[in-house]
């Protein structure tokens, strides 16, 4: 399981708090985006 997946369907859970780095820089909320993304089955990229 994905650390921003739960076992329920459709609930992700990201802080800025959480890994890989707290603060203001995003990176959890990018992370759990992408997942998001993914599992809707949006491609990212070019």
């Known amino acids: 399981m994905n650390k921003t997946a739960t076992p329920f369907a459709g609930l992700y859970s990201r802080s800025a708090g959480c890994h890989p780095a707290g603060s203001v820089i995003g990176s959890a909320g990018h992370n759990a ?14």
Do not use: P, T
């Open 33 to 46: 985006a992408m997942r998001v993304m993914k599992d809707l089955g949006v491609r990212v990229g070019s």
